[in-house]
């Protein structure tokens, strides 16, 4: 059973920092694509960034560009995103999910729980 | 950006009954590999999202076949034959030609 457990959240003032975590199983990890996406509270889903198997690869939505890193390790199947100069508008619920990886195009398939990173001061 | 566009915002359907969600992109969504990379997820209340459709008309893993995706190019629609009461929630189309991977708005579906 595919997997996706996040953690890292919490409450953070702006400008300062998080690091998100997102442990895997139930998969080869090291063989998929990987995801971001996060949700405002009340509002519609926003992907952040991807990274390929091998981490060459990675994209990022402009609003997070410069910002965030993300970041992977396939020898501990584990996901991360470094979240730098953080904003009030960062407050969101982020969601660790893993691409279909079936073609030439992008889309997540299973998707963690979520974790929430609150941006106040 | 490829802008996806979806109607209606919300929609209240009778259990057993039909229900349509629309969804348009602004470009072609037709790769040069001959598929098209538009996909469909519900988030039920309190959930996370769940992948139904992918390539306009593949059901995911799981899926019952009540659902049904459809379309082309830049114009794609998602039709629930009989609406149960587990398919409450948010839909959302999304886009995955190229990133940024961009998602329509949501369509709330309630049951009456």
């Known amino acids: 059973e595919v997997q996706l457990v996040e953690s890292g959240g919490g409450l953070v003032q702006p400008g300062g920092s998080l690091r998100l975590s997102c442990a895997a199983s139930?998969?080869?990890?090291?063989?998929?694509?990987m995801n971001w996406v996060r949700q405002a509270p009340g509002k519609g889903l926003e992907w952040i960034s991807s990274?390929?198997?091998?981490?060459?690869?990675?994209y990022y939505a402009d609003s997070v560009k410069g910002r965030f890193t993300i970041s992977r390790d396939n020898a501990k199947n584990s996901l991360y995103l470094q979240l730098n100069s953080l904003r009030d508008e960062d407050t969101a619920v982020y969601y660790c999910a893993r691409d279909l990886g079936h073609s030439s195009g992008y889309g997540p398939d299973y998707w963690g729980q979520g974790t929430l990173v609150t941006v106040s001061s | 950006d490829i802008v996806m566009t979806q109607t209606p915002l919300s929609l209240s359907v009778t259990p057993g009954q039909p229900a349509s969600i629309s969804c348009q992109s602004s470009q072609s969504l037709l790769h040069s590999d001959g598929k098209t990379y538009l996909y469909w997820y519900l988030q039920k209340p309190g959930q996370s999202p769940q992948l139904l459709i992918y390539?306009?008309?593949s059901r995911f893993s799981g899926v019952p076949d009540r659902f049904r995706g459809s379309g082309s190019g830049t114009d794609f629609s998602l039709k629930i034959s009989r609406v149960e009461a587990g398919d409450v929630g948010v839909y959302y189309c999304m886009q995955g030609i190229r990133p940024p991977l961009t998602f329509g708005g949501g369509t709330k579906v309630e049951i009456k």
């Open positions: 139930g998969f080869a990890f090291s063989l998929y694509s």
């Open positions: 390539e306009v008309s």
């Open positions: 990274i390929n198997s091998r981490s060459n690869v990675l």
